[in-house]
């Protein structure tokens, strides 16, 4: 029903910065209409979520571990939502995903049940 398509990643060193994009897709899919997710996959960890923008980009959500560090925005003429990524620390090495989630705060869900590819995110200490 969508595309995910995350690029971005990369190797950065400690306390650096890297932006994120993700671009979303589908025949029938209106992308101003939902809320946008980030999520992460460290290794060996199971997928957590980063965070999330409303529909319009008017509210976000940060999950603790990058609230300060972390923002997310869209731009829904390009079908897009990003994540900048500052102050970057070896635990912030993961897969980073985007999804389509039903709310921007902590009470989410997924929206769909499928994923892109991911982007690897790689800090160096």
């Known amino acids: 029903q969508v595309q995910l398509v995350e690029s971005g990643g990369g190797l950065v060193q400690t306390g650096g910065s890297l932006r994120l994009s993700c671009v979303v897709s589908g025949r029938t899919f209106s992308f101003s209409d939902y809320a946008m997710g980030w999520f992460r996959q460290a290794p060996g960890k199971e997928r957590e979520y980063v965070g999330a923008?409303?529909?319009?980009?008017?509210?976000?959500y940060y999950e603790d571990p990058v609230k300060g560090r972390f923002t997310i925005s869209r731009d829904n003429a390009k079908n897009t939502v990003y994540l900048e990524m500052n102050s970057l620390k070896p635990e912030d090495t993961a897969v980073y995903y985007c999804?389509?989630?039903?709310?921007?705060?902590?009470?989410?869900?997924?929206?769909?049940?499928?994923w892109g590819q991911g982007t690897r995110v790689t800090v160096s200490s």
């Open positions: 999804n389509v989630v039903t709310f921007w705060g902590s009470d989410y869900s997924i929206q769909y049940d499928t």
């Open positions: 923008i409303s529909w319009n980009g008017g509210n976000t």
